[in-house]
Structures are given as structure tokens and as C-alpha cells.
């Protein structure tokens, strides 16, 4: 499956928004998504996961304020922020793994086979 990651951006604190990630090439359903951030010197993180039957979790500093989701019908996974915070800068990347009938969520980077390319998010003062 190959993934386009968009919605990327410069936004001030306290604003939003939305990152999408396209899949193409399988069936979307099947997956298991990850958004992962990576900023510079610092090593990738999960941000929030969404298995396939749409059950999410985040990572402790954004829940709250980000929401992950997924459309399966448009194969794409959204990642919905809000009250960014200067220390949300990053590259983020989305990933996704086959579930194989499972209604597991994935933590590790490791976890993942496919990974789209990264978009930017920048939080200004």
C-alpha cells in the first residue's frame, strides 16, 4: 500500500489542523494506522494509532487535543489538531500495517511496513 501524507503547515499556537493520509493500492480497512512525529535531534514518536475498527489511542501529550480517524470509504486517515503547542513541531508521518483480522493497536515504529513520505508542522509563538 502506498500512503500520501498533506495537510501540513504553519500555524500559530493555540491553533489547528487537520493532516490527512491517503492509502492507495490496498484494502484500507484491513490496516491499522499510525501518525508518527519525528522533530530535529529527537527520535520518532507515536502520536495516535486507530486499529481497523476505528478504536483509537494517543500518546499522552496530545490526548485532549488531537483526534485521529479514518474513512474508509475515501482510504484515507486523518489526524485532527487542536490548542497546538510549540513542542508539537515536528515532520509527521503516517503509517500503516496489514491488521490481519485483528482489532489490534501498534505502538512501535517497528510495528509498521508502510510509511508515506511526511508533511511539516510548524507552531509559531
Known amino acids: 500500500v502506498q500512503l500520501q501524507a498533506s495537510g501540513g503547515g504553519l500555524v500559530q499556537a493555540g491553533g489547528s489542523l487537520r493532516l490527512s493520509c491517503e492509502a492507495s493500492?490496498?484494502?484500507?480497512?484491513?490496516?491499522?494506522v499510525g501518525w508518527f512525529r519525528q522533530a530535529p535531534g529527537k527520535e520518532r514518536e507515536l502520536v495516535a494509532c486507530?486499529?481497523?475498527?476505528?478504536?483509537?489511542d494517543y500518546t499522552d501529550s496530545v490526548k485532549g487535543r488531537f483526534i485521529i480517524s479514518r474513512d474508509n470509504g475515501k482510504n484515507t486517515a486523518y489526524l485532527q489538531m487542536y490548542s497546538l503547542k510549540l513542542e508539537d513541531t515536528a515532520v509527521y508521518l503516517c503509517?500503516?500495517?496489514?491488521?490481519?483480522?485483528?482489532?489490534?493497536?501498534?505502538?512501535?515504529?517497528?510495528?509498521?511496513?508502510?510509511w508515506g513520505q511526511g508533511t511539516q508542522v510548524t507552531v509559531s509563538s
Open positions: 503509517a500503516a500495517r496489514h491488521a490481519y483480522y485483528t482489532a489490534k493497536n501498534y505502538y512501535q515504529s517497528s510495528d509498521y511496513d508502510y
Open positions: 493500492g490496498g484494502t484500507f480497512s484491513r490496516y491499522a
Open positions: 486507530i486499529n481497523t475498527n476505528g478504536n483509537p
